[in-house]
């Protein structure tokens, strides 16, 4: 099984609301990512964590607040954004981060008002 | 610093009509090269891996190959459901991160 879930499907919010963003995988991966896609561009990484530990953080705001629960769970927190903000926001699993391929979700559609 | 280029931007194919496309990279100390299908509005699903000069893998109508330099995903006898927008994505030297290419726009005709 390759599965990697997101919920919620679709989100609307205003620039003022709190929200989280969920990603589940139970392949035993030990890495898990937060990539941002705007339309017809390729997926831009945002945060990387190895081992339930933040690794990589692509100068990411504040206003993006990533969680790592446990090995199978990820988080994505989001405070005061902006409406440029509006994306597709993917969650991604890999079994390590040394040269494996990185298995998606389906991405939660984001629209900040 | 790395860098992933794809061409052609967009392709439009008959059904049938075999092509390839193309994804040059240049990174220092390749780890792995990855291809990807992603359907409007959906994750990138995951095709190949290619580590090493001179690999190639194989998927019903996708082959894909690898150059120092680039590798191709060549498409044989094409569908209509092949219409997808294609992703390379290189892994370098000890960094976890994937450096994307711009992606090509498949469009198969019936």
Sequence with gaps: DTEVTQTPKHLVMGMTNKKSLKCEQHMGHRAMYWYKQKAKKPPELMFVYSYEKLSINESVPSRFSPECPNSSLLNLHLHALQPEDSALYL???????GGREQFFGPGTRLTVL | EDQVTQSPEALRLQEGESSSLNCSYTVSGLRGLFWYRQDPGKG????????SAGEEKEKERLKATLTKKESFLHITAPKPEDSATYLCAVQAGYGQNFVFGPGTRLSVLP
């Design chain 2, 44 to 51: 990138p699903e995951f095709l190949f891996t290619l580590y």
């Design chain 1, 91 to 97: 969650c991604a699993s890999s079994q390590d981060g």
